[in-house]
């Protein structure tokens, strides 16, 4: 490994420099006044894996928004290896939560601060180096293609059909992807499997107008009020989603994996430190890590309505909103869980209120197979890097476009994470630690390496 400590020891400078330049750029996918730093964002990338010795890189048009591809072929008999990322990133808001501007990354204590120091500019950017890394050492051992598309994290609406439009282009072997989490620093990991995703959001209509709430509080119904009437029914007890059929597809997972899965290094107190909490919450009959990996779950992203400015006014609403998700487990489908909630939420509402559901995004669950030789490879790679084994886990996150890969393009994909549960991804002030950063771009040739070992 000493070529490889050696290469980014001297380029490390430059290599954090190059990723600062792509968190700089504003790059909101959920945000329509962002287009244009989607458009900076893929070209910053395209001209990234050309410098890093890709021998083509193209922006390619979507409905939505650009997706960047490139490739190096040095041996068409050899294995491919299509890296998957994304440039685009979670709004910033609350803004004055955040330690330091969110588009200018600062280094404190050992960690970069900025919005995509993780997810996922940070751990796609160990991609594109870890790749330069081998071509300028001339170690290289098989092909490798990026995709690298602009609306993940708004559910990736339109990269399923860019794959099918370019499946022979996409052909590979595996697919490589950074987008997860380790344990912790010193106990790396495998994510093997991910939560689909159900997301909707709902509107629940009272008067045709806002009313004075002395004059007509107590005769009208308060659309807030049966709101959150509402969705506390969603919920039972027992933290079961009372959702009829809600979990008839849900595939159980047996009890020897359950124990493997237990083995996984957990301390609840310090989980509920990290979080400021005193109690923890979940499905009845389920560990905490099993509530994340292998439970699906219900919860209201964000609520609104009235008055919500400075000092009081008195006001029954006409509208009340919710953004609503369900962290789905494989097996359950997203399209059916989307109608089952919509049926149901509009199904229990009052005559007193309007309620209508509008789905706004989903996603299928994935499972990776450890036996296969994509796995094994990244196995084999953290073992040299950390001298201990990953553990396998399951993650409570979803990549919704990661069983769409399977679906469309037939390839399986290894997601080989380096991010950390205190990266604060989605939230003010991610962070991502220089040494994950680094790390990351020592083990991925070690994959490369085993991979194509594997497969001669």
């Not at 890189?57 to 960047?68: D, H, K």
């Not at 009340?320 to 059916?336: G, T, W």
């Not at 201990?388 to 769409?404: A, D, E, L, N, Y």
């Not at 990266?423 to 002030?429: C, E, R």
């Amino acid at each position: 490994m000493e070529y490889i400590n050696n290469y980014i020891e001297e380029n490390k400078d430059r290599f954090l420099e190059e990723l600062f330049g792509l968190i700089r750029i504003p790059s909101v996918s959920s945000i329509k006044s962002h287009k244009p730093d989607m458009y900076k964002a893929a070209e910053y990338w395209k001209e990234t894996l050309l410098k890093s010795g890709a021998d083509k890189a193209e922006v390619f048009e979507t409905p939505g928004n650009p997706v960047t591809y490139g490739e190096k072929i040095i041996d068409t008999a050899l294995p491919t290896v299509l890296v998957y990322g994304h440039m685009d990133v979670m709004p910033v808001d609350p803004i004055e939560k955040w330690n330091s501007n969110p588009f200018e990354p600062e280094i404190r204590d050992g960690k970069i601060y900025a919005r995509g120091a993780d997810d996922d500019k940070g751990q796609s950017m160990m991609h594109a180096k870890a790749f330069e890394l081998m071509v300028k050492t001339n170690t290289l051992p098989c092909n490798i293609k990026f995709m690298i598309e602009g609306e993940e994290e708004v559910g990736s609406p339109n990269l399923g059909k860019w794959c099918e439009e370019n499946k022979e282009m996409l052909a590979a072997d595996v697919i490589l992807v950074s987008d997860t989490t380790m344990l912790a620093p010193d106990t790396p990991s495998i994510t093997t499997g991910l939560r689909g995703l159900a997301y909707w959001q709902v509107e629940v209509t009272g008067p045709n107008r806002d009313l004075h709430s002395g004059m007509f509080g107590g005769a009208v119904a308060n659309p807030i009020n049966v709101l959150c009437s509402m969705i506390d029914k969603m919920v039972d007890k027992k933290g079961k989603v009372t959702i009829p059929g809600f979990y008839d597809d849900v595939l159980e997972v047996s009890s020897e994996e359950r124990e493997l899965l237990g083995r996984a290094p957990f301390d609840a107190e310090k989980y509920k430190k990290a979080i400021d909490v005193k109690e923890l919450a979940g499905e009845e009959g389920f560990s905490t890590t099993e509530h994340t990996g292998i439970r699906p779950t219900f919860d209201v992203c964000g609520i609104w309505g009235g008055y919500t400015g400075e000092g009081a006014k008195t006001v029954l609403p006409s509208k009340a909103y919710a953004k609503i998700s369900s962290r789905l487990v494989p097996n359950q489908n997203h399209l059916k869980i989307a109608e089952l909630f919509k049926n149901h939420f509009e199904n229990i509402a009052p005559k007193s209120v309007k309620v209508e559901v509008t789905s706004l995004h989903g996603g299928q669950g994935y499972v990776c197979p450890i036996d296969i030789p994509a796995y094994q490879a990244a196995e084999k790679a953290y073992t040299d890097v950390y001298g201990k084994r990953p553990v396998p886990v399951r993650s409570g996150g979803s990549i919704p476009i990661i069983s769409t890969f399977e679906e469309v393009l037939d390839i399986k994909s290894v997601l080989m994470g380096f991010g950390l549960e205190s990266d604060a991804i989605h939230s003010p002030n991610e962070n991502y630690p220089l040494e994950q950063f680094f790390t990351g771009i020592k083990t991925i040739p070690l994959f490369y390496k085993y991979f194509a070992e594997m497969n001669k």
